[in-house]
């Protein structure tokens, strides 16, 4: 490749270049204008971009690419200057390689067989292939396979059809207690399953999960600090309570008028995290009618606000923010952070980090202190595609935390593959869930939750919105204006309400 804007070599290269992306956006029944045209071919990966640009499109209902709509894929921005590092990020996805093809689809699941069984190899004996299970007669054996088909038949039991790379099997489910367990199975989740194989069928005795060890303790810092989290405070909402999002900030800054406890103090004077879990504003365009229900229609404005509204934050408490479905950023998952370009005034606050969802950051809250917390970020959007596939989870609008411990144990923030997750041709799988995690937190369905599990704390945080229309519809029941905090030192959440 040439040093030339666009990367290409000769002219006629140009001219075939702007044909197969004219040819790939028609095929979406998508236009491109001639100035979002030259500005694609500018770009140092036009086809990728198109490919974000046409999904984003789709997504606001337009048929045609602008200008406008390029506004995200601008360089990624610095962090902000700190005296001490007390947050090192370890995950953040910028960009996301795209799969290519059906061979790149493969490979992605492929590895994901090989990782998960690293997991789960260890806890299994008398492992065999998958394609033993045709050959064997009344014998015991355990598989590793990716779940490619579940259903349920007319007596209640759960068949799956597993696959590794030796082929396809047909696994049956029928004692009472597995079937609790195997109600959570999703498609494309990597399982162990342990039985007695006959008649090219294995009937199924255990069921293993990735899942953490059962022998591991939470962390602890040596001296006192807190974290508070947040999630879906939808600035630009009419519902959006600021009055109750800034008595929490004059609480935070030591500026309440209200009487204070003991302990409410110490929070204040050891507060050193903001844990921010995505739908910071409430975005445009994102579900049918939303214009109806915001307070302010553009979303630099939106942005801009949220940047007057943080700016309150003592500088001394660091701010880590990653996007929702609600934030301008691509839907696909993982979600890259909030972009400078559109969010200006957020990027002047010296103690706001964005990251992207899911992202990973490590938290040292003293320079002499030995212990850092590994925090993972996610906006919490597969909930949705978990609540109406596993009935034991219908509840999981009201108990998020339910969700997120059944995530925990297949080490997987999305393991059903679905039009909103992007494989990736990223090395690792970014949505998996790494073994040296101490605190998850999540957003999105607006309710409260919190669990402990194995040393790791999750927390779906609630949300700064009144109920809208569209959750009414919905059936959800927003817990608004209530605000975990974690002491590191002992791992006790508080939950603040500034209802
Ligand atoms: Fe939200
Ligand atoms: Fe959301």
């Not at 600090?225 to 630009?236: P, R």
Request: with cysteine; net charge neutral; hydrophobic share 35%.
């Amino acid at each position: 490749m040439s040093n030339l804007i666009g990367g290409f070599d000769s002219p006629t290269q140009a001219a075939q270049l702007k044909l197969v992306l004219l040819q790939r956006a028609l095929s979406n029944k998508i236009q491109i204008s001639k100035e979002a045209l030259a500005l694609l071919l500018q770009s140092t990966n036009p086809s990728s971009q198109l490919e974000q640009l046409i999904q984003k499109v789709k997504q606001n209902n337009e048929f045609v690419i602008l200008p406008k709509h390029f506004i995200h894929f601008s360089t990624p921005p610095s962090k902000p200057p700190q005296s001490f590092k007390s947050i090192e990020i370890v995950h953040d996805y910028i960009t996301t390689p795209p799969v290519g093809n059906l061979k790149d689809m493969a490979n992605y699941f492929a590895n994901r067989l090989l990782q998960f069984k690293k997991h789960l190899q260890p806890r299994l004996s008398n492992l065999h292939s998958i394609a033993n299970i045709q050959k064997a007669s009344n014998e015991k054996m355990s598989v590793i396979g990716l779940v490619m088909d579940k259903r349920k038949t007319k007596n209640g039991n759960i068949v799956l059809e597993v696959e590794d790379l030796s082929g396809v099997g047909k696994v049956i489910i029928s004692r009472g207690e597995l079937l609790v367990q195997a109600d959570e199975i999703l498609y494309d989740e990597v399982v162990g399953i342990t039985g007695t194989a006959s008649k090219g069928v294995l009937f199924a005795e255990e069921i293993t999960e990735p899942d953490l060890p059962v022998k591991r303790e939470p962390k602890f810092t040596k001296e006192t600090a807190y974290a508070a989290f947040i999630s879906d405070v939808h600035v630009g909402s009419k519902r959006f309570l600021q009055d109750n999002f800034e008595n929490m900030l004059d609480f935070i800054s030591g500026k309440g008028e209200s009487i204070l406890l003991e302990s409410q103090q110490e929070i204040i004077d050891n507060l050193k995290y903001i844990f921010v879990a995505g739908d910071i504003v409430d975005g445009i365009g994102i579900y049918p009618g939303q214009e109806k229900e915001l307070s302010m229609p553009n979303i630099y404005a939106q942005y801009k606000e949220t940047a007057r509204l943080f700016a309150k934050i003592p500088e001394h408490i660091q701010i880590i923010a990653c996007p929702g479905n609600h934030d301008y950023v691509r839907l696909a998952q993982p979600q890259p952070p909030v972009e400078r370009e559109v969010a200006p005034e957020m990027y002047e606050l010296p103690n706001l980090t964005f990251i992207s969802s899911p992202g990973v950051v490590r938290v040292r809250p003293f320079e002499n202190e030995n212990t850092a917390l590994t925090t993972l970020l996610y906006h919490g959007t597969s909930i949705d595609t978990i609540v109406p596939n596993v009935s034991s989870l219908k509840d999981g609008y009201k108990h998020p935390e339910k969700v997120m411990l059944s995530l925990l144990k297949k080490r997987h923030l999305s393991p059903q593959y679905a039009s909103g997750t992007v494989p990736s041709a990223h090395t690792s799988d970014p949505m998996t869930i790494p073994e040296d995690i101490d605190i998850i937190h999540t957003g999105h369905v607006h309710s409260n939750g919190i669990l402990n599990y194995r040393g790791v704390s999750l927390i779906n945080s609630g949300t700064w919105q009144g109920i809208t229309d569209f959750q009414k519809f919905l059936g959800h029941e927003p817990t608004p204006c209530r605000m975990p905090v974690m002491n590191l030192k002992n791992r006790q959440i508080k939950l603040l309400s500034f209802e």
